[in-house]
Structure formats: C-alpha cells, structure tokens
C-alpha cells in the first residue's frame, strides 16, 4: 500500500523567505509526527498530531515554525522567514494510534537555505 | 526518556550474523524497546521492538537481557542492504498521558556491511 509521502523532495530557498512542506500520511493513520535531521542535531522531534486533540508543538525550534493538519490527514509545515540554520531534512511520520510501536516515515523533504 | 548507549560504528560481512548492541542501565519497568534504522538517503525504519521476552520478525531478531539494562539487534545475514545506522530507543507506550508517543533519537550506530 501507499505509505508516508511527502512533497517537495528538495527545496532550496532564500534566506528570509517563507516555505511550506507538505506531508500525506497513511490513509487512517491518526496520529502524524514532523521531525527534523541536521548535521548538527541529529534526529529531532518538532511536533505531533492526534485526531482532534491539540497538538504538542513543544519540539519547534521557534515561533517561526508552524504546522497545520487539515481534516485529520495532510499536514503542512510552515516555516518563516527562513534563516540558514534551517536548512535541514524534514522527515514526517504517521502511525495507526498514539501508542502504536510502529511509525512510519516519509522519504523526507531536504531544505536548502541559502 | 531513559537513555541509550550504542557504539559509534560497527563492521560486518556479507553473509554473516551481525549483533548490534545497546545498553540502557535505567530503564523502567514499562519501557519499551525499539529498534529502528535509517538507510542512506531514506527516512527511518522500524526494525523491531520488545518488552521483556526475546522477539523475532522478518527483519531480525531482538534479545533483551533478563535484567532489561541492555539488549542486541541480531541480523542473522547480514546483506549490502542492511549497511544504515540503528537506532535503539526506549518508549513507554503504556500510558495515555505524557509524551511518549514521540521518538527520542540518540546517534546510533553506523553498520557498515563489507562484500
């Protein structure tokens, strides 16, 4: 079946400027996860979707970062006013519930901030 | 999170059974253990996970220490394409509140699988 897919595969944008980064989870997969992998940092956690609840955005890097899942399926995660310690990869996951073992990741999206 | 230790990197043949160590000394008691790996270029992967007892899938097997203060990835051929870095993480699924639903990455290790 389909798994985590995410769009674009690169891009690579001008200090200063807005990007959005999409990601369509697993048809029924309730909960969706954004997580970010820089040289200097490792695999991070960013922010977590499940159903309607809030989400916990207690992983983003600053008020710059957003992130937003519509209708309990695509997300998209908004970053402004990019700064080059931004560049990174952003990886999104989903998995069947909260407490389910397996998450699935997406191929990731990789930011270039010139 | 509790906290896990893994070598750096490790170096493996084709063909041969590789054993992929962690160590996670406060471990609680209703800490699970994950195994994930991510190949060059490609988001994670999950491998395999386990509570107490030892498991097996297709993908490898997993043993966990009687005492739960460390556990070994088992890869029993190793192949070219299982060359990617392993990450063990400790995650308690087993309550609804708190945060441990998200996956707290350490650096894993980096298996480099020789032909």
Redesign the interface.
């Known amino acids: 079946g389909a798994g ?1 897919s995410q769009s674009p595969s690169n891009k690579v944008t001008e200090k200063g400027k807005d990007v959005e980064l999409r990601c369509d989870p697993i048809s029924g997969h309730t ?1 969706l ?1 954004w ?1 970010r992998q820089s040289l200097g940092q ?4 960013l922010i ?1 979707f ?1 159903g309607n609840s809030a989400p ?1 955005k ?2 983003l890097p600053s008020d710059r970062f957003s992130a937003e899942r519509t209708g309990g399926s695509v997300s998209t995660l908004t970053i402004q006013r990019t700064q080059q310690e931004d560049s990174a990869v952003y ?1 999104c ?1 989903s ?1 069947l519930e ?11 999206t990789r930011l270039t901030v010139t | 999170d509790a906290k896990t230790t893994q070598p750096n990197s490790m170096e493996s043949n084709e063909e041969e059974p590789v054993h992929l160590p962690c160590n996670h000394s406060t471990i609680s008691g209703t800490d699970y253990i994950h195994w994930y790996r991510q190949l060059p270029s490609q988001g994670p992967e999950y491998v395999i996970h386990g509570l107490t007892s030892n498991v097996n899938n297709r993908m490898a097997s997993l043993a966990i220490a009687e005492d739960r203060k460390s556990s070994t990835l088992i890869l029993h051929r190793a192949t070219l394409r299982d060359a990617a870095v392993y990450y063990c993480i400790l995650r308690d699924v087993s309550h609804s509140g708190g945060s441990n639903y998200k996956l707290t990455f350490g650096k894993g290790t980096l298996l480099t699988v020789n032909p």
């Open positions: 985590v909960a996860y997580y490792g695999l991070e956690f977590y499940q916990d207690s992983g990886l996951a998995s909260r407490a389910s073992h397996e998450q699935y990741f997406g191929p990731g």
